[in-house]
């Protein structure tokens, strides 16, 4: 029996603006595309996955990366269109963790996951970079990460993989 | 506002009052960090002890709230939480900034 399967939690319906659903094996939510209602969905899931026992330092190494992928939707896939809906899923089993983003937003440039290299730091205080750190962020936190285009839709799946609960 | 200041010597002791400096907080974050540092002393400590979560945005406004200050002025940073601390080290940015695990250590290592 793992922390999993004894967590149970029950939280359907709406958190704030946040569309949510759960079950037994994982959660669902949805929400618009904004910087406000992206924060609301991130703490909603880095919430729900402490709840359901995952230690505080993996739930923030998944905040994190969720972050990134997140406001990469808010902030360029519905870049200078109305925002649209971004989902997420997570499933649970006694070893991983897998989220998946889903949103109808621009394809990725390409429709290749950026490589997400590490920003320069070794340089001049005024030419350090403000940005650019997300993917590396992402990619430096996930255990695998794929990207597909179905469609009109962007799919993000990302896994972690967990320690055994005995 | 998101901030609040006090000088300590000469040091400018600036506590950040929210949990969050992310992609929705970022540019107010680093507006309110030139409002309280446009004048005074010329060592700034940043207080993060009431941070517990910090995305690449809000990270780039720290960033960018240390370049504003000008090359004679410093921005020091005390008190970071661990989901804080973890994305400064993975981004390399604690070999940028000087880190100090609490208030008083940043304050002890200024020279008075």
């Known amino acids: ?166 | 506002m998101s901030l609040t200041s006090t000088v300590d010597g000469d040091t400018r002791v600036i506590t950040v009052n929210v949990e969050r400096i992310d992609a929705a907080m970022a540019i107010q974050f680093k507006e309110d960090m030139r409002s309280e540092t446009e004048e005074g002393p010329d060592r700034v400590v940043l207080d993060l002890s009431q941070v517990t979560f910090i995305d690449s945005s809000g990270l780039g406004a720290i960033v960018a709230s240390m370049k504003q200050l000008g090359g004679n002025r410093r921005l020091d940073l005390a008190g970071l939480t661990p989901v804080v601390d973890k994305v400064f080290r993975l981004t390399r940015m604690d070999t940028v900034f000087n880190l100090f695990t609490t208030l008083d250590d940043a304050l002890a290592a200024s020279p008075k």
Request: aromatic share 6%.
């Open chain 1, 1 to 166: 029996m793992t922390l999993w399967r004894q967590a149970q939690s029950n939280l359907p319906g709406e958190v704030g603006t946040v569309q949510f659903n759960a079950n037994r094996q994982g959660f669902a939510l949805n929400f618009r595309a904004t910087e406000m209602e992206a924060r609301e969905g991130i703490r909603a899931v880095a919430t729900q996955l402490r709840q359901r026992g995952l230690s505080e330092d993996r739930a923030g190494d998944v905040e994190i990366a969720l972050a990134e992928a997140i406001n990469n939707v808010v902030e360029h896939a519905y870049a200078d269109i109305e925002p649209g809906q971004v989902r997420i899923r997570c499933q649970m089993r006694d070893d991983k963790l897998l989220i998946r983003i889903s949103d109808q937003g621009r394809p990725l440039p390409d429709g290749q996951l950026p490589k997400g290299e590490p920003a320069n730091v070794e340089t001049d205080p005024a030419d350090l970079p403000e940005g650019g750190f997300g993917w590396f962020l992402i990619r430096q936190l996930v255990s695998e990460i794929r990207y597909e285009r179905r469609q009109n839709s962007n799919l993000l799946s990302l896994r972690f993989d967990l320690p055994k609960v005995s």
